[in-house]
Each structure stands twice: as C-alpha cells, then as structure tokens.
C-alpha cells in the first residue's frame, strides 16, 4: 500500500490516496466519517473500505478538531525530529448512535486508531477474547462517513523538501591509493587491487551507516555493476561480491533513514554540477543511479516502514521528473531503477494482469531496459489506483 506523486497536484494526490488505501486493504479497515444524525444512511451492503473510499469530503481545519485528536494527528502523522508529514486521513461517522474518529494513519496496528468522541479507543474482540466489540459488526453497521481532515500530498513533499537536512556524515573512509599496484600482465592483479581496497575489520565495525553508505558510493570500481547483462546482476556481482563494505551496508538496520536524507539531497546537488568536467558529471550520475539501486533491494524494500516506503515513492516520483529536466546529466537508462522500485510495488499489491505479471516479473529478475510500453503501464497502474 503507498502513495506516490506525478508532475501535478492531481496526479500526485491520487497517488498519495491509493498508497493509504493499499495500506489498508490487506486487513479489514476501519475509518470515520461526518454525521448526518437526521437523515442516517441506511445499511448498503458495501465493505467498510467502499464506504470510505467513497465517503463525502468535508475538511476542516486542525484547530477545529478536538485536543487529543491534534495529539493523535502529531503521534501518527509526522517525524518531529526530521521535520516529515506522514500520510494521514481522519474520518468521522455514526455507530450505535454514538459519534466515532477513525484515523487512517499509519501505524502497526492499523485498528488501534478508531475512538469514541469523548477519545476513548475501541477495543476490539479477537480471537479467544470475548472482551471487546466485534469489528465485523462495526464494519457493516457504522455510517454517515465523511473525511474531515487529511494531509495532503503538497504538504508531504514541502516536509520532505524543507525538513530533511544534508546527511551528516564524519567518518567516510578515504581508499587507498592502490596505484601501485598496476602489474598489469599480472592474472591476480584484479583481486590484488581489491583486496587493498575492503574495509578494515575495525572500520568495517565503527563506521557510521552514513559514513558506510557515502563510502560505497565512493567505491573505485563503482562501475564494474555496468558489466555484466542486467544491473542486479551487476549490483551482486560487480559490488556485493567485490567490496564488503555493500554487505555491510545491506545489513544495516537503519540504512532506511539513512538513503531517505541522501536520496533527497539530488535536489540540492544537480544544479551545481554543470561546471564539473565530463568524467565528473558522468560519476556524479552513476553514483546516484547506485543509490536508487540499493533502494530498490528487495532487502532495504522489506526493512521499509509503511510511512518510509511512501516517502521513497514520493521522492521516486520527484526524482523523475528532476531527471527529465536535467537529461544532459541523466540518460535513459536512469529511468531503470525507478521502474524496478515501481514494478515490485505493482506486483507486490497484485494491481497487474496475469500477462503483464510474467513481463514485470522478468524485468525484476534482470532489469537491463525500459521500454515505453511498460513504463507508461507502470504510471498508468499507479495513477488509476491511486483515484
């Protein structure tokens, strides 16, 4: 489940509507609307997540809202330290005669969020406990959702492009020169130059994940993952294998935070690097078509959060359109990442026809080129879950 952004406003809130919307059709959902006490809608028969993805609109604003449902809106909806709005809708409706919130918010427990008017929250039976209120009930029974409070998709992308600081970074490990060894009628030279060029076992072990991750990608033969037939094979075998410092990376439990603050930086970075010389700009963009190769690792996808995944679409979807922008920098084939990332998303959420399964499928076994039919599936999917 996650929402992504397009070029417009519209595109970018119907990508942004289909993420939490995903998000919350892998278990039964709950979520509130307005109340229309004197003329109560009858029961319909639609699933409770019908009834509120085609519940009215009626938003209002926070300081309307009650006290702790602002507490509620802040717990769940953003990241005080980094400055970053999570997605985040507020219903209200009618159940028993009773006025009830649900919070459609990103959390781990996605049927915590629903609360009587006075904030009390509803606890609901579950297996082997009769203690509680039965949420199959509620679901069919609950009425007069209405959306009352959202953050929107501009407010997201403002957070992440004013809240989200440079990745602090103090210990990157400078390589050595390995100059020297250029005997280069020598078989075992490669592996020689290598083996100079790993990380210290105490480096390896006390180095940052920012630092660790900026060194990676200052690896020398950073370019090796372009030979070989496809870029995952070339990212497994052209670095995985050769620099332990990308194991070590992709161990790492908070490398997620860590990609999300130098992901965002290409917005900083590009405009400055007109001036640099041929070779320098060259690097500057395979370095950043790495990064969203290790994004789009099924390993960094599985450690994501639901808020983080949305933050990486969101940002996929920008860098995009910086790239198109700057296409003297960027090539075609800087699309190929950002299409992996959106390919396991759409197959993941099974959102692609049994046909256009097997062809993503195997583009995200080797994925070595785009073509324009299948990138414009890949937005078209998107966009058309998203409204």
Known sequence: MSKLVSKNSAFQEARLRYTAAMLLCMVTIICGCSVNQESPQEF??????????????????????????????????????????????????????????????????????????????????????????????????????????????????????????????????????????????????????????????????????????????????????????????????????????????????????????KYNELRFDVPNVGGLSLLEIGMFAHRHFVLEMIIAQDVVIKNMSEAQEIIFLLLASERMEIKRSYSDIFSGIHIVPTALLYAKKVTNDNLVSADMKVKLDNFIQAPSFVDQTTWTYLNEQINNNFK
Not at 55 to 73: G, M, Q, R, T, Y
Not at 87 to 98: H, I, K, M, T, V
Not at 205 to 215: K, R, V
Not at 223 to 233: A, E, V
């Open 44 to 261: 319909d028969g639609r699933s409770f997540f019908q009834k509120i993805n085609e519940a009215p609109v009626d938003l209002v604003s926070k300081e309307d809202l009650p006290e702790w449902l602002n507490k509620k809106i802040e717990f769940y909806g953003m990241d005080a330290d980094k400055g970053i709005i999570f997605p985040l809708r507020l219903f209200r409706g009618l159940w028993n005669g009773s006025v009830i919130y649900f919070l459609e918010a990103l959390s781990s427990c996605v049927m915590c969020n629903t609360y009587f008017e006075s904030g009390e929250q509803i606890i609901w039976r579950v297996s082997g406990v009769q203690d509680g209120r039965d949420v199959e009930i509620f679901e069919s029974e609950s009425i007069n959702w209405v959306l009352i409070y959202e953050h929107s998709s501009e407010q997201i992308l403002s957070s992440l492009q004013s809240g989200i600081v440079r990745l602090s970074v103090s210990d990157k490990y400078e390589f050595p020169d390995i100059s020297h060894i250029n005997d280069w009628h020598s078989v075992d030279i490669i592996p020689r130059r290598f083996a100079a060029l790993q990380l210290p076992n105490d480096v390896l072990t006390n180095i940052s994940t920012a630092g660790l991750l900026e060194t990676c990608l200052e690896f020398p033969y950073l370019l090796n993952m372009m030979y070989s037939n496809d870029y995952q094979r070339g990212f497994e075998r052209g670095l995985l294998a050769t620099f332990n410092g990308f194991r070590e990376l992709m161990e790492r439990t908070d490398l997620v935070d860590a990609l999300i603050i």
